[in-house]
């Protein structure tokens, strides 16, 4: 593979979707940034920009967040995967409220903005963080592991204790894969009762079969369009949390029934060691 130079995008493009923690309609643009200034996150209601890295960000209920002081944003992560998998190192991302919307709970939304707004590669390299020792997240019965090795490969076994879900495994090689027909149709899915304990706890305002897969105890919403559908989407939740890095990872990442808590982590220990 060639490789990897900072990229930015060409225009500004904007979008609209229901954020589903408030129920109000939120407006997110991307915008060019000079090459070498990041990725960078705006809250235009509170007139608050300020760096989406890892160094502002943490794992929230279901999602990943941006923060600085009091302003948050949350659902970054399946943003912060269509950058990664566009090469988009340096973006001014705004939106006039504290979440990204799901729109349908994959990243194809996400992608259609990207190819909107157009993708300007530099001739500037960017570094990946190449792993070169062994760095790994234990947590009860979920692991996530990273190891030195070439291809770069991300794969994650899923052991869910529900009968529509049970065990998926799926890969992802950015080498060899396409992420917009192996990972972005894949959607955000919820079950039944976890969706009704978000909402008894603020958490879901406007939450339904439009923008997740919601899994019944007999059913699901809709059919998956790929196979391991669940397992695929955490791996674009796994690829967009890391990416809060904000370059590439080189080595092979693996994953056992984690979250965005443990993908955080993992981010840290990568960093720290790079």
């Known amino acids: 593979m060639a490789a990897p130079t900072r990229a930015t995008v060409v225009s500004t493009a904007g979008t609209r979707g229901i954020g589903v923690r408030t129920g109000a309609e939120v407006s997110l643009s991307v ?9 960078t996150i705006a809250r235009s209601d509170l007139g608050m ?16 967040m941006a923060a600085e002081g ?16 566009r090469g988009v190192t340096d973006c001014a991302v705004t939106v006039d409220g504290p979440e990204i919307p799901l729109f349908d709970g994959s990243c194809l939304a996400l992608l259609a903005l990207l190819e909107e707004a157009g993708v300007r590669p530099s ?15 234990i947590d ?3 692991a996530l592991c990273a190891l030195p090795g070439e291809p770069t490969e991300f794969a994650y076994s899923l052991d869910y204790s529900h009968a529509m879900i049970g065990r998926e495994f ?19 899915f919820i079950t039944f009762e976890e969706a009704q304990a ?5 958490l879901l305002a406007s939450g339904s079969e439009e923008n ?20 695929r989407h955490k791996l674009v939740d796994l690829i967009g949390d890391l990416y809060l890095l904000g370059r590439p990872v080189a080595g092979r990442i693996f994953a056992f029934h984690t979250g965005h808590r443990h993908n955080h982590e993992l981010a840290a220990m990568l960093v720290a060691g790079s």
């Open 31 to 39: 915008a060019p940034a000079e090459i070498g200034a990041g990725l």
């Open 212 to 231: 997740c897969l919601v899994v019944y105890r007999d059913h699901l919403s809709e059919e998956p369009t790929l196979p391991d559908a669940f397992a």
């Open 198 to 202: 978000a909402r008894d706890a603020g």
């Open 170 to 188: 799926a890969q992802f090689r950015p080498d060899r894969d396409d992420f917009d027909r192996d990972l972005a149709p894949a959607r955000t």
């Open 140 to 142: 009860g019965e979920s």
């Open 70 to 85: 009091n302003a948050v944003v949350a659902f970054v992560e399946h943003l912060m995967a269509a950058l990664c998998a």
């Open 123 to 137: 001739a500037e390299p960017i570094e990946p963080i190449v792993v070169t020792e062994p760095a790994m997240v």
């Open 49 to 64: 920009s300020w760096p989406l890295d890892l160094r502002h960000a943490s794992a929230g209920p279901g999602c990943s």
